[in-house]
């Protein structure tokens, strides 16, 4: 299930793209930012801060009163849910049995006057554990609010679904990043992802260091490295840019660009794709360098998923598609 959302979905609780959490009723333990990081939880045998054992995500204090915990989270942009994944990695004895789920559509920060929809019923949870949740709503969401009975630690809380990008509104011939995860771009497959994320390929902003890109292990047989981007939106393309930022005894010789108008999703899209058309024909990539391509694209018309080959292998910081929406 939790592939599912990720090949359909952006996580619109994403710290990386801008979603806070921004009150708690209680976070003594861990502090609830953490609940949004993108990485994946981690335990640290031995260590220690002044409030305890940490704990990479979102933990309260145990509870001596009647209630329970909550935690407020801003998405980073609006939009329609249609999964829910709660994460108790690494909490065992500590982790709430219960939870509950809330959204709400407000251009001001939730207050007690704010309606509030319920998404997810009072449901059990394990320690330790992913629970899954799909969504069956139409309706636009601006904010979560994560319930714990009575008290505990979340490790991560992702909310999976469509931005809301207004594609409606935009000018006749407005040109957009087509690719970008706040306009809906997903990386949905690649051959190897060993040092660096292929969902950084489509962050809003400039990579900061080597670790904040798409980076593939050192080949050492035949073939090259690949990732599957889907678009926010259908369109036409007209400029690509690679960037190999920070980039430089690793980044790859060569690259090249496939890409299909999908009316539906094959089983099998990392086979499929390997027929796809050629968008981009092979261009010569240089170390920690923006390289941008408008007249090599060649013109297939309207076009849903890309594939971006790179030889042999190596690290790309960024990928820009911008382009017409059809």
Request: overall charge negative.
């Amino acid at each position: 299930m939790i592939e599912k959302f990720k090949k359909k979905y952006i996580n619109l609780a994403s710290d990386r793209l801008g979603a806070k959490a921004i009150y708690a009723t209680d976070d003594f333990f861990a502090d609830k930012q953490r609940m949004l990081h993108d990485t994946d939880p981690v335990f640290i045998d031995g260590k220690f801060d002044d409030h305890g054992k940490w704990m990479d995500g979102w933990e309260s204090r145990r509870k001596r009163t009647e209630g329970h915990d909550y935690c407020d989270v801003k998405l980073a942009r609006s939009g329609f849910i249609h999964g829910v994944v709660v994460d108790t990695s690494h909490f065992t004895g500590n982790y709430p049995p219960e939870i509950s789920l809330e959204g709400c559509n407000s251009d001001n920060t939730p207050d007690e006057n704010t309606q509030w929809t319920t998404l997810i019923e009072k449901s059990a949870i394990n320690g330790n554990d992913q629970k899954t949740f799909e969504i069956s709503d139409d309706k636009l969401y601006t904010h979560v609010r994560l319930h714990i009975y009575p008290d505990g630690g979340i490790a991560r809380l992702k909310i999976y679904g469509e931005p809301q990008c207004n594609w409606d509104k935009l000018e006749a011939g407005e040109i957009r990043d087509l690719g970008e995860a706040l306009n809906g771009g997903r990386a949905i497959a690649c051959s190897d992802e060993h040092f660096g994320q292929m969902s950084n390929l489509l962050l809003p902003d400039k990579g900061i260091n080597m670790g904040d890109g798409w980076e593939t292990a050192r080949r050492r047989g035949p073939g090259h490295d690949w990732v599957l981007i889907a678009l926010g939106h259908a369109g036409i393309l007209t400029k690509i840019t690679v960037d190999t930022a920070f980039f430089k005894g690793n980044y790859p010789d060569r690259c090249t660009i496939q890409a299909a108008n999908l009316n539906e999703i094959p089983d099998d899209i990392a086979s499929a794709s390997e027929r796809w058309q050629e968008l981009l024909p092979e261009q010569k990539l240089e170390m920690d360098a923006e390289h941008h391509f408008t007249d090599q694209i060649v013109d297939l018309g309207t076009v849903s998923h890309i594939r971006l080959n790179i030889f042999p292998d190596g690290g790309v910081s960024r990928l820009r598609l911008h382009g017409i929406i059809r």
